[in-house]
């Protein structure tokens, strides 16, 4: 019996959102830069996951670094519910029984590999995910499960399992009896154990069954069970606990991870699958007095600390549930199991709806996935960016395509100017884990590594596949200590500067220069090699060997481009080597200040300094959050801590140096990203739109920052110049235009970002107008356009703007509620050239040059591009002198209307409401011929044959497709269709040049009165 503990208060969080990297920065230029996300829109893993009762279509899952997700159709379409409040990874998402407004969501994954993250405690929203407000538990770490009374939502609890690499008091169940206000510890066995499974009897909410869970992490060690992992039950709402863990029938010996449930169908039945010797799937029938075991197989319980959940069925005592590699599903009260096929492997949580056992919702290493069939067919997870990535790099293609290894899933390498969609990215060389090297000389060819060692090399051109491994002797299920070299799970994979050496690094490092056909040793053990460090992996039950927990070996290296003789390499144990010989003699420069056994995570050599380098380092896995980034001018001898202003909580994994302005440096950290104006002397949030994400590599490239994240994709800064250009002089300019960098004309979606910083806002008119190399105007924007003259509108404000130009000169004239279909409106792209940006404010008048570059893939010729653009600016002019045409038969024909509305009646105005009814025939005539009329919805061409204007506006189109001068035939049909508009045009002319004249004449002679009065019309 364990009585409840001391009351804790929670400490509240005052402010609404997330303590993140969201420090207030004065730097102007951070408004007009964004991230884009570009996916891939693949799941990476979740361990939370529920339904809404009541409402079928609505569910939610927790990503394991990417916050909280929702869909209210389905699983058809997913999207980030957390956002602006809070992020990182998320362990439970509950949504109260008796309010479905009413969601709980508890911080840090379960599911505890060697990547995982912790947590930022309980979070709450009371208008169904809209909105959240921090309550508490914020030092609990990992939250597996929140439980809600069924009707009382303000009842909740709270299982936390606590700091995952070393002692704390905030874990235990927890209870609130007032929504999250306040917290009460009920069960607590000891600050290294924590609780990791709860469940409410469904039939009696006084009943409360808890696991806990003894559960370590170090960097060369995962413990799973031992002292103070226990079953307990509680039969007064968590008043007071009884241990059950030695009732009868239960394993004798020590016990792990424990996954428990009760069945809603009979209160007395429950559940357990127990990780022990003798452990397995029990069942108790008197309410957790007595147990039987049922099945003992290995493929419910491999992997224990990874899985070990268990789940009854909502209407069939029967019925049970277990998670694993595989989905199983027992029909017979647990005996015996069958599997169900998912969309993905590596299964975490399971919702069952309460009301229709077909509802299902799972969350696996890709997501979360929904069933309406119990299982049979799933909803996919090709449409979550909640990928984890270790490592980012980019290669030579043109545009650079971005590589990583997603764990759970396979290496992609993908278009960085994607959304994410499928068709931009593949997978290529390597595993889950690993890092990535493109061939400089030739990105077809990818060299790739994951645990084990292993490293293979592909070409995608030819499809062909080698294995290259440095020492192809496979480690798994032995510890470090047992092979001849230790290759951690993410070693080091990068090419030397010369483009032709490979290397690639274990506890030594290697070199290959005949891709990867024979591998040269270049260093002696660059680790500390503490043999204490170097045993198996798991237990005291079960081992678990992968590599992820190999220590003692290197974890980062760099070459340094000035000197290829120079190398770095950073150890997983805290050290730092250098060679200045290029491999023949290594010195230990180790800050001395740098605490031991620190994580060396990256290593960055200065772009510029020849002795220079960065470091950032990591200790969260021996429970120290504290950010870690040092430099050196003088390789190594002397180093100087660089963290001032990063938030002491928010731990450093990977620091770059912008290779275009000295001292521009960005960090990535665990909590999200900062940047540097100053070479690291102060720091401030970088984090502007992008989501709170641990951010685990970083990569720039062509004046690009590539971030990857672990739990939200890849996101890329396209264009960082601003930042290159920006300093406080140029912010005391009452203008300053920032030089935009050289762009590609790449298909249509090509831009040009045109930035400028205005120390105060205009007060007058504002323009400003793309000039072409031959001195025409291609587009202008305006603080009051004149639309008619296809100008766009300008909007201005003290500080930065920006103005986004399509490279497109201005569009065609439309009229209102005109339909086409396959036709274009579009003005012609621009070629490639040099063209001035002029900012007009007042009398003063600022110009900037840019350049646009023509795509080096592509055949066309810059003679070819200009046919293009000077055809289509003929069709563009043509267009718009058709859909004026139009405009004007409208607006004659309305005015017409008008007046013979007027004159309906009156004989003494017959013939000249006949000469108007003639006119309108004409021109209805005229129209008809010009545009489809009866075109009322998009799909109507398919009913009424399209006319003039829109086979033109088709042609428009065709000619704007691709990089190409105007095929013969385009011509020719524009020739013909030019000849048939004017035809229509002359009779528009000469109704203008005679009709009209004639028809004013004979009002003007009628004396057609202004005004008319009705004598019919007595006011009522």
């Avoid at 840019?850 to 267009?879: G, S, Y």
Wanted: glycine share 10%; hydrophobic share 30%.
């Amino acid at each position: 019996m364990r009585n409840c503990l001391t009351a804790l208060l929670c400490v509240i969080c005052i402010c609404s959102h997330e303590a993140t990297a969201q420090q207030t920065n004065d730097n102007p230029v951070f408004n007009a830069l964004r991230y884009r996300s570009i996916g891939p829109l693949r799941g990476g893993r979740s361990a939370a996951v529920t339904g809404v009762r009541g409402k079928p279509t609505t569910f939610f899952f927790g990503a394991t670094g990417g916050g909280v997700w929702k869909t209210e159709d389905g699983g058809s379409n997913w999207r980030n519910a957390s956002d602006g409040f809070f992020g990182g990874s998320i362990g439970a998402v509950t949504v109260a029984p008796s309010n479905p407004n009413i969601i709980y969501v508890g911080g840090g994954e379960v599911t505890v590999r060697g990547n995982v993250s912790h947590g930022s405690g309980m979070w709450k929203s009371d208008d169904g995910g809209k909105s959240w407000k921090s309550i508490g538990l914020t030092d609990s770490h990992h939250i597996p499960r929140v439980r809600v009374h069924p009707k009382n939502p303000d009842i909740v609890y709270v299982a936390a399992m606590g700091h995952l690499y070393g002692p704390n008091q905030q874990r235990g169940v927890f209870r609130s009896k007032d929504g999250g206000k306040t917290w009460q510890k009920i069960l607590f066995v000891n600050d290294e154990v924590g609780a990791v499974d709860l469940q409410i009897d469904p039939g009696n909410a006084k009943i409360l069954y808890a696991s806990m869970w003894r559960i370590k992490r170090t960097p060369y060690s995962l413990e799973s069970g031992g002292q103070g992992s226990g079953l307990y039950k509680s039969t007064d709402g968590g008043d007071t606990w009884k241990e059950i863990t030695r009732n009868r029938g239960l394993p004798k010996g020590m016990v792990g991870i424990i996954g428990v449930d009760v069945s809603p169908v009979d209160s007395n039945r429950v559940f357990a699958i127990i990780e022990a010797a003798d452990g397995g799937v029990f069942r108790s029938d008197n309410g957790g007095e007595t147990w039987t075991k049922i099945n003992d197989e290995r493929k419910l319980r491999q992997r224990a600390w990874y899985y070990t959940r268990i789940y009854a069925g909502p209407k069939n005592k029967d019925e049970v549930y277990v998670l694993n590699v595989r989905f199983w599903r027992s029909i017979d009260g647990g005996k015996t199991y069958s599997s169900i096929r998912t969309p993905h492997g590596d299964h975490h949580d399971l919702w069952i709806d309460p009301d229709n056992p077909d509802r299902l919702a799972i969350a696996d290493d890709g997501g979360g996935q929904v069933s309406y069939n119990r299982g049979r067919t799933w909803s996919t997870y090709m449409n979550q960016p909640t990928a984890q990535f270790y490592r980012v790099t980019t290669d030579n293609h043109f545009p650079y395509r971005i590589y990583g290894a997603q764990q759970d899933n396979s290496t992609v390498r993908i278009d960085h100017r994607s959304s994410g969609r499928e068709r931009d990215w593949e997978p290529t060389a390597g595993g889950e884990s690993g890092h990535i090297a493109p061939d400089p000389t030739n990105p077809d060819i990818v060299y790739g590594g994951t645990y084990g060692g292993y490293l293979t090399r592909i070409n995608h051109k030819t499809g062909e596949r080698r294995n290259i491994h440095i020492w192809p002797d496979n480690p798994m299920g032995h510890g470090a200590g047992d092979g001849k070299f230790r290759f951690q799970w993410n070693f080091p994979i990068f090419f030397g500067h010369d483009k032709k050496t490979l290397f690639a690094a274990g506890n030594v490092l290697f070199k290959t220069v005949d891709g990867g056909g024979s591998w040269t040793q270049i260093s002696h053990d660059l680790t500390r090699n503490d043999k204490s460090k170097l045993g198996p992996s798991g237990g005291p039950i079960t081992k678990d060997n992968t590599s992820v927990e190999y220590y003692c070996t290197i974890f980062a290296a760099a070459q340094s481009h000035h000197d290829h003789n120079v190398i770095w390499c950073g150890s997983d144990d805290g050290l730092i080597h250098v060679t200045t010989d290029g491999g023949k003699n290594w010195k230990n420069v180790t800050p001395p200040e740098l605490p031991e056994w620190s994580q060396i995570n990256s290593l960055e050599i200065h772009p510029s300094k020849k002795g220079s380098v960065y470091i950032a380092a990591t200790r969260y896995k021996l429970d120290d959050f504290k950010p870690y980034l040092y430099k050196t001018n003088d390789f190594g001898k002397t180093w100087e801590k660089i963290t001032a202003g990063i938030d002491a909580k928010h731990f450093t994994r990977v620091v770059r140096a912008d290779p275009d302005r000295d001292g521009l440096l960005y960090a990535g950290t665990e909590n999200g990203m900062y940047v540097s104006m100053d070479d690291g002397k102060s720091w401030t949030s970088f984090q502007l739109n992008l989501p709170i994400v641990p951010i685990t590599d970083l990569a720039l490239k062509n004046q690009d920052l590539i971030v990857a994240t672990q739990g939200r994709s890849f996101w890329v800064m396209d264009d960082l110049t601003p930042l290159h250009q920006f300093n406080k002089k140029t912010a005391q300019q009452p203008v300053f235009f920032f030089k935009p960098r050289p762009v590609y004309r790449m298909g249509r979606r090509s831009r040009v970002a045109l930035r400028f910083h205005l120390k105060e806002k205009p007060t007058g008119v504002a323009t400003l107008r793309i000039v072409d190399p031959q001195g025409n105007v291609a587009q202008t924007y305006s603080t009051k356009p004149k639309r008619s003259a296809g100008q766009s509108p300008l909007s201005l404000k003290a500080g930065m703007n920006s103005v986004v130009w399509s490279m497109r000169y201005a569009s065609a004239k439309t009229f209102p509620g005109m339909i086409l279909w396959g036709g274009g409106t579009q003005g012609p792209r621009a070629v490639p050239g040099k063209y001035t940006a002029v900012l007009t404010i007042g009398k003063q008048e600022i110009k900037q040059e840019f350049e646009i570059k023509i795509d080096p893939r592509i055949q066309a010729t810059p003679e070819d591009l200009m046919e293009q653009f000077k055809f289509h600016t003929q069709l563009r002019d043509e267009l718009s002198k058709v859909n004026t045409t139009i405009g004007q038969i409208r607006d004659v024909r309305t005015q017409i209307g008008a007046l013979t509305k007027r004159l309906k009646g009156r004989k003494q105005f017959a013939a000249l409401v006949k000469q108007a009814n003639d006119i309108s025939k004409k021109l209805t005539a005229i129209e008809e011929r010009l545009y489809q009329t009866k075109n009322q919805s998009p799909q109507d061409p398919l009913n009424f044959p399209i006319r003039l204007n829109n086979r033109l506006s088709a042609l428009v189109s065709v000619v704007d497709t691709g990089d190409n001068a105007p095929t013969r035939q385009s011509r020719q049909v524009f020739e013909m269709l030019r000849g048939e508009i004017g035809v229509q045009q002359k009779k528009f002319d000469a109704l203008l040049a005679q009709d009209l004249p004639n028809f004013n004449k004979a009002v003007k002679n009628a004396n057609v009165p202004a005004i008319f009065i009705d004598p019919s019309n007595d006011g009522e």
